[in-house]
């Protein structure tokens, strides 16, 4: 039986089209037919002298259906669509409710008017996907709001509160009730008006020379996205060009990103983070547990960030500490942190901090739904706390460890209920970093993963699944990009040559600027109780070089600018007397050879995380990399850029390296080499 997109009923002599694509509406093939078929019979039915447009379910349409980007389009595509609306001889008022995005938005911006509930977002998030609004966007919000905002909305990708669509002028009225009543009313007065308003036939209010201004601030600093000149070249197209002109420049544009790498390295992730949280032996009916209250153990840097992601969310927590002392301490920097964005209203810094219970004793946990320890990374320590919280916690509540190394199975042998834990992996700072690592351990129950991966989105992070192993899955990785970086510095590279060559990548920070932000004594602490030696770490920590937090690290840091990395003679020094020590030729090593040095390692290891199911899909690993370490979005992750490359180079390189370096770990993991021969790859790009 063929599916229904398109329903349409009739309130007075209004047709009222009802589109239902859940569960977001997405403008694919089916639903475009169905309403440019709904939109034919009501302009012949002489009974019916105006439309209204409106979504089922949750929202209006989140735009076009991104699966079908890169595939032939059927007809009607969205431009033949938007054309009828917009030519319609009766008029077509949208109802807007929910998220209307993207070409859910450029549907709604062709009708003749919309109406908003008060809790609907618009926005146009293409930016996102390395895409310009191809569906008139970038040409009709110009003239409803003037080029300048124009420029914000669509390069930002940000959603806008209905309120601030209709004073911006992209809405036309906000509603508290339900928008298809006062849509109807609305369309029933224009019908009566004669009055067929259309975006298309306005100029574009305000100054270029403004518009100049906004553009010149995006792209005057730094690498500058196609995706982003690209909107801004067809904004300038809407004031330049008449609309018919202006909307086949947005299209070209349009055609030119979607089949750029950028922009299908973006969608990718969009689809990765989405799959990410999903578990493949998990039963489609298991309920997350509801999380009402939680329990944070330890204050300082990690747990405090931790406590803010739930208050900032709404959820009570309780926050345990063993010394006043610290507890002042993590309080003190919680909110020195509320404050230091200077966005947050007072009003709302107090109602967090309100949310928060500061308690030196761990029973308070007792009625917490959910508690995440976030100590030191010692597992005596750590055994010791799941001891306690296994007495204290009540019946059915989440323990969850913020460990980033350690094995969970460990911490869950000290209890008696090892089904209700598992690892929750932030990354720092706790309540900025959107990357959850949800390490899954052996006994771990599905109502618990379950919980962890609905509070996890509840609290605004993007989970992902993980085994239990070293480091899991972002820190084993970035284990190997260290130990390379470690051996480009002995061979012959400065800190900041590497960073160079990793910021022209795309990262926005090298990995030494990185280790000097993270605190050098954090890895030199590591390395010591893994019994692990590095010539020129251990000699930079050796010398007093903590990074930024004593001015001192792999670069030096001015009191004008402390966190401006700048190249230290004195380091240079270090970092050589280390080559000669160990015998080795200094030679210069260019960029394309430290990005290599850089990836392919890491991406070997990607592929043992794979073979040992430590992550279940190659996209998975692209998440955590996109969300947790800063790789550049638009190269889609280190799986997907391994397929761009081709496994066979990456392959080949790995094997010559392992063969002149003797290192082992080096040699080609089984599944990569297997994919190499089969001339395939991951399958992702
Ligand atoms: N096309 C295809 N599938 C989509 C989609 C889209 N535009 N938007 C969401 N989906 C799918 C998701 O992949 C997911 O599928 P799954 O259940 O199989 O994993 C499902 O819908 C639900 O999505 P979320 O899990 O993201 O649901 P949320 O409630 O958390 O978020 C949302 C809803 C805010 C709408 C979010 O999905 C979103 O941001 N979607 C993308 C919106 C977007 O980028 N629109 C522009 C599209 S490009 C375009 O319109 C081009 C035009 O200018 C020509």
């Known amino acids: 039986m063929s599916k229904t997109y398109v329903t349409t009923d009739r309130k007075g002599s209004v047709a009222v089209i009802r589109f239902d694509n859940p569960p977001v509406n997405a403008l694919g093939q089916g639903l475009r037919l169905g309403i440019a078929s709904a939109l034919k019979e009501a302009e012949t039915d002489a009974n019916v002298r105006a439309v209204v447009l409106v979504g089922y379910g949750r929202c209006f349409s989140a735009g076009a259906d991104i699966t079908e980007f890169g595939k032939p389009i059927q007809s009607p595509n969205l431009h033949d669509l938007i054309g009828t609306i917009e030519a319609s001889r009766k008029p077509v008022v949208a109802a807007i409710h929910g998220t209307t995005l993207g070409g859910g938005l450029e549907l709604a911006l062709a009708c003749h008017a919309r109406v908003a509930a008060k809790d609907a977002r618009l926005g146009l998030p293409e930016i996102k996907l390395g895409i310009l609004p191809g569906a008139g966007g970038t040409q009709r919000v110009p003239r409803l709001i003037g080029a300048e905002k124009a420029l914000k909305m669509i390069t930002s990708g940000d959603m806008m509160p209905a309120e601030d669509a209709r004073t911006a002028g992209l809405v036309d009225e906000v509603t508290s009730g339900d928008p298809l009543d006062a849509a109807a009313v609305r369309a029933e007065h224009l019908a009566a008006s004669g009055e067929l308003p259309r975006a298309r036939d306005k100029s574009v209010p305000g100054d270029k020379a403004d518009l100049d201004k906004a553009a010149a601030a995006l792209t005057g600093k730094g690498r500058v996205l196609r995706a982003v000149s690209a909107c801004i070249e067809a904004i300038k197209a809407a004031i330049e060009l008449p609309f018919d002109q202006g909307l086949k420049r947005e299209y070209e544009l349009f055609k030119e990103l979607v089949e750029s790498d950028e922009s299908k390295a973006q969608r990718h992730v969009f689809f990765a983070e989405r799959n990410a949280a999903k578990v493949a032996d998990m039963p489609a009916d298991t309920q ?16 405090g960030g931790i406590t803010m992601s739930f208050a900032n969310a709404g959820i009570p927590v ?30 709302e810094i107090d109602r967090r901090m309100s949310l928060i219970s500061p308690t030196l004793d761990i029973a308070k946990a007792a009625g917490a739904d959910i508690a995440i320890e976030a100590v030191f990374e010692e597992m005596e320590i750590k055994k010791e706390i799941f001891a306690k919280l296994d007495r204290i916690a009540k019946p059915g509540a989440v323990l969850a460890s913020n460990t980033s190394y350690l094995d969970i199975n460990e911490i869950a042998s000290q209890t008696k209920r090892p089904g209700e834990v598992l690892g929750m992996h932030f990354f720092s700072p706790a309540n900025v970093m959107k990357l959850l690592e949800i390490v899954r351990g052996k006994a771990t129950s599905q109502a618990t993963l379950a919980t962890a991966i609905a509070v996890g989105r ?43 060559a990793a910021t022209s990548f795309g990262f926005a920070m090298g990995p030494l600027a990185v280790s000097d932000l993270a605190g050098l004594d954090i890895g030199m602490r590591a390395r010591r109780a893994r019994g692990v030696r590095a010539a020129v770490a251990d000699a930079i920590t050796d010398a007093g070089r903590y990074g930024q937090k004593n001015g001192r690290g792999y670069y030096r840091y001015d009191e004008a ?107 080609p993991a089984p599944v990569l080499d297997r994919l190499a021969r089969e001339g395939r790859g991951f399958g992702l790009a």
């Open 288 to 303: 997350a547990k509801p999380v009402a209250s939680a329990a944070v153990v330890g204050a300082g840097t990690m747990g």
């Open 318 to 347: 309780t926050l345990i500490e063993t010394t006043d002392a610290a507890l002042k301490r993590g309080l003190d920097t919680i909110l020195a942190n509320y404050k230091r964005s200077g966005r947050t209203p007072q009003a």
């Open 458 to 500: 509840k609290i605004g992070k993007v989970p992902v699944i993980v085994g239990v192993c070293d480091g899991f899955v972002g820190n084993r990785m970035l284990g190997q990009r260290l130990k390379a970086t470690e051996q480009l510095l002995l061979e012959g590279a400065l800190p900041h040559e590497i960073d160079a």
């Open 561 to 667: 600018d402390k966190r401006k990395p700048i190249p230290d003679p004195e380091v240079e020094k270090i970092i050589v007397e280390a080559s000669e020590k160990l015998g080795i030729k200094r030679r210069s090593i260019g960029q394309e050879e430290i990005i290599e040095r850089l990836n392919y390692p890491m991406i070997n290891e990607g592929a043992k995380i794979l073979e040992e199911g430590i992550a279940q899909r190659p996209g998975d690993i692209d998440v955590i990399w996109v969300y947790g370490y800063g790789w550049p979005v638009w190269r889609g992750g280190p799986m997907h850029y391994a397929d761009q490359v081709g496994l066979k180079k990456i392959r080949d390189w790995l094997a010559e390296q392992a063969r002149k370096s003797g290192d082992a770990s080096l040699n």
